[in-house]
């Protein structure tokens, strides 16, 4: 048996408690591991510099993720549930939203381009065709710079009651990768364009008013002039959170109106302009005394049916998402649209023996001015009584209205955006249902006056406005080309080219 040394027997021991110590401090868990591990602490920040530091949203959790996959999939606002925000993973523009607003914005451009220069270029006499396509793309062209360099602003900046401001001047702040300035799911980029394609189309729906005898510089200036003093207030004025009558939005609203797609701000302002800008033009050379058919109802009719594709663009497009609003204002402008030119045709084959097709396009674009403005309010059954509604009355202000007062509107854009436009929108008052949508709920008492208010505003307001800004052109450059030019047609003297060479 070995003998045990006391000495040795002290030194093991105190060396098994070391190791032992050391094991549990680093033992993953342990308080000393942490206490280890940890940094020194930091100093504590000065009382000013804590108290000017925002609080950050907090990182999601995954039920605030989920959640915010579903207000995607429903186009509801992202990163807030009740009281509590937080900043959500995918705040971004939405693929599928985004995907259809840029499918729209290219609807509403091809109802311009070329759907409406085909169809108001088929109803002209062949000597003026090119005259009506320059001035749609020169009116394309000339809007869109205004828009870039402060149309945009003008009409969506927060601003006052009636305009807006210059605070997105040169499109500043407008980030492809930034959304909610149209709504939650769509690129704010994207809201832009979209709605520079309505402003695009309002201004070219006059052309069909003035048709064949009014210059190429005088159309482009009464354009510019009228882009600042009629559709970026009335942009602004309906569709703005800030604007005078836009009752979903501004809660403070004087007017509170509604106007889903441009019953107001697109077709009324338009519509109206072009009666008082035809009568103060005068009369087409020979109008009354020497025939001025269509030179192409082929034309005319595949314009149309432009348009009515188009369309979807402009009224399912205004639903800022692709959701169940976006499919009922599908089915309402396809059941209005249908439902008016049949009425249409049918009226003229009753008083005047056969059914045109000229009969047909008007009666369908008139029931796609009709349903404009309601159609993401109205349901089914509402929207086919609109479009009987916009396949009578606008007829009689084609057919019999515009001979009982002589006015020359060329090609009746009053008696279909300016009588139609406004037959809508009072119609929207009628039939607004907020069980198709309920951002009306709070918007049904008193509706159909506020509609009425609207309606009386805006017939108002374009028809002054224009008068002021015709007599200005006049002064300026003139109205009206040559008796000569006129006579030769404006694409040769103007544009220097024949719409058909042979």
């Not at 009922?328 to 045709?345: E, K, P, Q, R, S």
């Amino acid at each position: 048996m070995l003998k045990h040394n006391p000495t040795r027997i002290w030194r093991s021991l105190l060396s098994a408690a070391v190791l032992a110590t050391t094991a549990i401090a680093l033992t993953p868990g342990s308080t000393w591991a942490q206490d280890a591990a940890a940094p020194a602490p930091a100093p504590a920040p000065a009382p000013a510099a804590a108290a000017a530091a925002p609080a950050e949203p907090a990182a999601p959790t995954i039920e605030q993720r989920i959640f915010d996959l579903e207000k995607y999939v429903t186009n509801v606002q992202p990163g807030k549930d009740g009281d509590v925000t937080w900043k959500s993973n995918i705040a971004g523009p939405g693929p599928g939203h985004n995907a259809w607003q840029m499918t729209s914005t290219a609807l509403v451009l091809f109802m311009t381009l070329p759907g409406l220069f085909l169809f108001y270029g088929g109803l002209v006499r062949k000597k003026n065709i090119l005259s009506v396509i320059a001035q749609c793309m020169g009116i394309a062209g000339l809007v869109t710079i205004l828009w870039w360099a402060c149309g945009y602003s003008l009409s969506f900046g927060a601003g006052n009651d009636f305009i807006g401001d210059f605070s997105m001047k040169f499109l500043d702040g407008v980030s492809p990768a930034a959304s909610g300035a149209g709504y939650w799911w769509i690129s704010d980029a994207m809201w832009s364009m979209f709605q520079l394609t309505f402003a695009i189309i309002t201004p070219a729906l006059i052309l069909g008013a003035i048709a064949e005898r009014m210059k190429f510089i005088s159309v482009l200036l009464f354009v510019l002039v009228w882009m600042f003093v009629v559709y970026f207030p009335f942009a602004h004025m309906v569709w703005s959170t800030t604007g005078f009558m836009c009752g979903p939005l501004n809660a403070g609203a004087t007017i509170k109106a509604i106007d889903f797609a441009g019953g107001t701000v697109v077709h009324m302002t338009s519509g109206w302009s072009a009666l008082v800008l035809c009568i103060l033009l005068g009369k087409r050379k020979g109008y009354g005394k020497e025939q001025m058919a269509p030179h192409s109802m082929v034309l005319c009719a595949i314009g149309t049916g432009m348009l009515w594709v188009g369309w979807y663009g402009f009224n399912a497009g205004s639903a800022l998402g692709a959701d169940a609003i976006a499919s009922n204002a599908f089915m309402t402008t396809t059941l209005a649209a249908a439902t008016a030119g049949f009425v249409w045709a049918v009226l003229e084959w009753i008083l005047k023996g056969k059914p045109s097709v000229l009969g047909f396009c008007s009666g369908i674009v008139a029931g796609l001015v009709v349903i404009t403005p309601g159609a993401g309010f109205v349901g089914a059954t509402s929207s086919v009584i609109m479009g009987v509604a916009a396949g009578v009355i606008p007829f009689i202000a084609v057919a019999y209205l515009k001979k009982i007062l002589g006015y020359d509107d060329a090609l009746d854009t009053f008696g279909v955006h300016g009588v139609g436009g406004t037959l809508g929108a009072i119609l929207t008052g009628v039939f607004a249902d907020d069980k198709v949508n309920s951002i009306l709920t709070p918007l049904m008492d008193g509706l159909l006056m506020n509609q009425l208010k609207a309606v009386a505003l805006t017939i108002v307001w374009s028809v002054v406005a224009t008068l002021v800004i015709t007599i200005i052109v006049k002064v300026i450059v003139g109205l009206r080309p040559t008796d000569e030019v006129e006579h030769t047609g404006l694409d040769l003297a103007e544009h220097g080219e024949a719409g058909y060479e042979h």
